[in-house]
């Protein structure tokens, strides 16, 4: 794929709408090529007010292919700074990417000053933006390195540890720490950490414990065997039965 380079200098803006109502409006610009996500910003020019100065170079890489086919476009944006409230937008300004190569004085020759209007949100030219660009000569790469086509990332191999930043030192191994000279090494426990002691057996140091632990065992209340009420009423009956006959007969 073929690329080119494209150098830009901001050098001014003039008859800009003031927007600024109390106080002097802060000019900025925002400049990108359509189609990029990343943008670049000049400096505030907390002076100039409708009539900004910057003087500002940026430096864009553009596709070469999508130049010749008129798809790219130079935007700026002026803004206007505020403290405490959202900044607010005074125009816009865009250039076929195209147009300015068709009016460049050729590759690394000096740069060619231009001057356009800048569009409020309105939609009405208010103010002109000037500034001077040229391009480089056309390369070619493979991979592609432009604002519209960017480099594709490196994936590391998993197995391969990431690289730590500047100025910071390589891990180093664990080492225990040592005790000072004189201390005696720490004794082994049972599961092979220091300073653990085997358990005691079960009911080391302890008496054996009585039954109700101190208290008397609990004595079963004897109840008397209940009486069979059935057999005395049949017994009284029997004697009532045998004293009659017993009369019977001695009367007669």
């Known amino acids: ?22 106080s002097k409006m802060d000019v900025y610009v925002i400049a990108t090529i359509s189609g990029d996500p990343q943008t670049q910003k000049t400096p505030v020019d907390k002076d100039g007010g409708s009539h900004p100065s910057w ?27 505020r403290t405490l409230l959202a900044d607010k937008d005074i125009g816009e300004v ?52 432009s604002s519209i086509h960017p480099p594709p990332v490196n994936v590391l ?16 191994p664990f080492q225990p720490p040592q005790l000072p000279a004189g201390y005696p090494p720490p004794a082994m426990g049972q599961y092979g950490y220091p300073g653990y002691p085997l358990p005691p057996p079960p009911g080391a140091g302890y008496p054996p414990m009585e039954p109700g632990y101190g208290y008397p065992p609990v004595q079963q209340q004897q109840h008397p065997p ?27």
Do not use: W
């Not at 794929?1 to 109502?21: C, F, N, Q, W």
């Open 226 to 252: 209940r009486r069979n009420h059935y057999a005395q009423s049949a017994g009284l009956v029997g004697a009532l039965i045998g004293a009659m006959v017993i009369g019977e007969n001695l009367g007669n």
């Open 55 to 81: 003087d500002f170079t940026m430096k864009f890489t553009v596709d070469e292919t999508a130049i010749q086919a008129n798809c790219l476009n130079l935007v700026f944006q002026l803004r206007h700074e």
């Open 94 to 145: 865009h250039v076929p990417v195209k147009e300015l190569l068709g009016n460049a004085a050729g590759d690394e020759k000096p740069a060619v000053l231009a001057e356009y209007p800048v569009r409020n949100p309105s939609g009405k030219d208010e103010g002109t933006l000037k500034f001077s660009f040229k391009f480089g000569p056309v390369y070619r790469t493979g991979t592609g390195t």
């Open 157 to 172: 191999d998993p197995n391969t540890p990431p690289a730590l930043p500047a100025g910071y030192p390589p891990a180093l």
């Open 1 to 22: 794929m073929e690329y080119r380079p494209l150098e830009v200098t901001i050098i001014s803006a003039k008859g800009l709408k003031d927007i600024g109502h109390l």
